[in-house]
């Protein structure tokens, strides 16, 4: 009889975003997740009616994860100062403190469940995130500019500091680790380039 | 404790929607089986059977004949 075990489903959840983390969803077959993990094919397909069912489930406990960690602490009514930092604090931990996530989701991003991850990443931090963004314009601290300027001047130099330390180097292969000082030199640039 | 003894699975050589379509009607009608489905995205083609009364020799048996390779997934 087999019986369910949370300890065993988290292991297939962490095991099966490492391996599409390195290798992509194409190198992803549940025959090659039940050997990461010292189980049985029959135990996955227990929990998961197929592959596509634990992909799909997945994506969309992942949207959630990403979405709350965003959350944590931040207030849709902070200063532009404020928010920012504590947005680029939140995603800088949740990037650091687990590589294998960061790699899951590139590997997600060009996925065909890149959409249920969106889904329920939306449903948790879309609000908030909206909210922050019309205050910061409408309070005068940020002029008013298409979200994917502001998000690539935001976020983007923190995803590619982020990017070389959990690849453990930078420009040319120069060995490279990242810490919160740098983390806040950058901010300090970013916070001074979008600011009106 | 959670039971999952009508959980059957099975490998099999069903790989495509043609060889699912065989299938289907022999599955379909059977009464005994609440649901099932094919993994078609997978190395084992694993038949995932919901039955509370159907044994594993039962089933290898209804896939066998229809030509399909058919054997309890452990």
Known sequence: MRARDIDKENLVKQKAIEIIG?????????????KACGISVATIYIYYKDKHDLLSQLA??????????????FDPEASFED??????ENRYRYMTDNPVI???????RTSPYQEQFLATFKADAYEPFSKFNENIVARGEVRDMPLEIYWSVAFAPLYALVKFNNEGKSIG?????????????AFDLVVKGLKK | MENFDHIL?????????????????VLDK?????????DLNDEDYVLRI????????????????????????K
């Open chain 1, 173 to 185: 292969g120069k060995p490279f680790k990242m810490n919160d000082k740098m983390l806040w030199e």
């Open chain 2, 50 to 73: 919901i039955s509370y009364k159907l044994k594993h020799e039962q089933v290898i048996e209804l896939v066998q004949d229809q030509g399909y390779m058919c054997t309890e997934l």
């Open chain 1, 83 to 88: 928010g920012l930092r504590q947005q680029g």
């Open chain 1, 60 to 73: 969309t406990e992942h949207g959630h994860l990403m979405g709350q960690s965003m959350l944590h602490n």
């Open chain 1, 22 to 34: 390195k290798g992509g969803f194409e190198s992803f077959s549940v025959n090659k997740l039940a």
């Open chain 2, 9 to 25: 699975l099975f490998k099999t050589d069903i790989r495509s929607e043609e060889d699912k379509r065989v299938l289907q009607p």
């Open chain 1, 102 to 108: 960061s790699l899951f989701y590139e590997q997600l």
């Open chain 2, 30 to 38: 059977n009464k005994n089986i609440e649901q099932w489905n094919v």
